[in-house]
């Protein structure tokens, strides 16, 4: 999908041209659109694809006038009843008067700055819009952060009540989002200090503070990031041991149980023998069952002093 946009007296408008100033916004686009782009507006076709690999990382590339960012984002993708993170790459591409952005979905950035949701937004400054998409990113890593902390917490005291799997199931898919976005802002950190000592894109006075915040956010996401894995593996840890125990206690206390029942199956099996026996007058029985269940009682008492109940 290919959208043209262009800021027209502060407001975002889309349009059909491709001139200078405008925004070129492809979200999942087809081996067609992408050579359309690259032949119209000449742009390394290599380029245009980078983004499209999941795998691919964050960098910046410099080729015959035309800079390549790639940085990763974040984004939420629904799985029972949870929310999954993971992370995705986005290239910037700024070639001649124009730039150029490529992403796999539409995401949260994008939709960000084409509803007007971002304050002075223009098109036609690029090296301000570069940083702004960084710093939306950056704020948006912190917010799943803290949204993560929130179902940790939410899940935690649930495994409180349930013991089960199925919540350190849920905790280690929050520990692998985690683990997403700790790569992806270690790899973004290394983008912006190569933005802060190189000059890739034009530095202009005004928007040096912007660059240093955006900088600073995402080393706090990266802090954040590093402290709720500590405490989510710990977390798991922990209860993982407390499950344990517990199937320990459970098993000991039936095998104990099994122990004490199968006293009265030996005694009977014992007399139940088709040989003389003792104790075969009229009261046997009950000489026999109050017997068993004295040594049952016996046994019992003993298990328990052994803490085996």
């Known amino acids: 999908m290919i959208e043209i946009f262009k800021s027209v007296n502060n407001e975002l408008i889309r349009t059909e041209t491709f ?3 405008v925004w070129v916004n492809l979200v999942n686009p087809s081996e067609d659109e992408i050579k359309y782009v690259s032949n119209v507006l000449c ?4 380029f245009l694809r980078a983004a499209l690999d999941e795998e691919e990382r964050a960098r910046i590339e410099t080729d015959d006038g035309q800079t390549l960012i790639i940085f990763d984002i974040p984004i939420v993708e629904n799985e029972s009843k949870i929310n999954v993170y993971t992370t995705i790459p986005l290239a910037i591409i700024i070639v001649n008067h124009i730039i150029i952005t490529v992403c796999l979905k539409e995401n949260f950035l994008l939709s960000d ?7 002075g937004f223009i098109t036609q400054y690029r090296t301000r819009f570069v940083l702004q ?13 803290r949204d993560i902390e929130k179902t940790s917490n939410k899940i935690e005291q649930d495994l409180y009540k349930s013991m089960k799997n199925k919540e350190l199931i849920q905790m280690l898919k929050l520990e692998k989002s985690l683990v997403y976005f700790s790569t992806s802002l270690k790899s973004n ?3 912006l200090e190569k933005l802060m000592r190189h000059e890739y894109i034009k530095n202009y ?3 040096a503070e912007l660059l240093e915040d955006v900088i600073i956010e995402n080393k706090q996401a990266i802090e954040m990031a590093n402290i709720y894995s500590s405490i989510l593996t710990g977390t798991m840890d922990a209860f993982a041991s407390v499950i344990s125990n517990n199937l320990n206690i459970v098993m000991k206390f039936l095998t104990s149980i099994t ?12 007399f139940g023998m088709n040989v003389d026996l003792p104790l075969t007058g009229p009261h046997s029985f009950w000489i026999i069952m109050v017997m068993a269940f004295s040594i049952c009682l016996i046994t019992g008492f003993v ?7």
């Open 43 to 46: 742009v390394e076709i290599d």
């Open 303 to 309: 298990l328990y002093k052994k803490k085996m109940f």
């Open 19 to 21: 001139e200078d100033g």
């Open 259 to 270: 122990i004490v029942m199968a006293i009265p199956t030996l005694v009977s099996s014992f």
């Open 205 to 207: 006075p005004e928007d």
């Open 133 to 145: 998409m960084l710093y939306k990113n950056a704020t948006r890593y912190l917010q799943y952060l």
């Open 189 to 191: 950190e290394i983008v």
């Open 113 to 119: 700055f084409i509803e007007n949701k971002v304050k």
